[in-house]
Structures are given as C-alpha cells and as structure tokens.
C-alpha cells in the first residue's frame, strides 16, 4: 500500500472512480474541472494504493480560521464501496494526519453527511474523532 498525490489526468480519471461514489452527482467532466478550480487554491488529492488500484481517496486543503488556526480540513474522504472494512480509511486517514503534522498543523476536520451512520461510527469509534458542530447550507 501507498499514498500518492493525484495530479495527472490519467490519475485523476482513476481516482474518480472512487470519488463518484461520494460525489456521485459530479460527471466525470465537472469533477476535472472543479479539481482544476480548486487545486489552484491550495486542494490537493491523495490516492491510496493497493495492488495497482486506487482503493481510497481523500481531498485535502490547509486552510486558517478563527476557531482553529492553521488546520487541514478534509473535504473529501472515501473508499472504495467493495472494498470498506479492510483498514483502507484508517490507513488514509493515518497518512493525513502526518500531512497535517508536516504543514505545521495541530488538528485535522472534516464534515460528514446526516446519512452516512457507517462513517460517524469510523470517525469516533475508530479514529478517535469529537463530534463538535453541526453543517447547516441554505440556497440562494
């Protein structure tokens, strides 16, 4: 197993594949261009690979807000649906948190929907996450 950036367009493409199945309202068209979008402030993609394949992805930026200064939060976070329960995630996560650490971070975040129950009890039960807000959105 390893971790890399995804950064080419073959990779992206690959790791796409995983991410549709979080973000599975993105075409594979608006997920190449939102990425280009966001990589340009500061987004970046890991892949985590297992056997040649891409199994888990995460989305990452380091950001700096009032509440807790210099930080990364995880937008994006998933494996692979056949492939859960194998320790892919922790093993993600695990490389996150380093990242955090090597950009001079003391925290890691991230939001999770009201739906994904399986996801919360990853969060707290095996990664030791604290449940500290609520996500609220409106349109406009």
Partial sequence: MEVRELKDQEELTAGYRVMRQLRDHLSLGQFLALYEVMQDKGYRLFG??????????????????LIDGRHVWVDDLVTDERLRSRGYGQALLSFVHEYARQQGCSLVGLAS?????????????KIGYVRTAYDYKKSV
């Fill in 48 to 65: 985590l690979v297992d056997g040649g394949e891409i199994v888990a992805v995460a989305g990452v930026f380091v950001t700096t807000n």
């Fill in 113 to 125: 929907g009201v739906q994904r129950e399986d996801a919360h009890r990853f969060y707290e039960q």
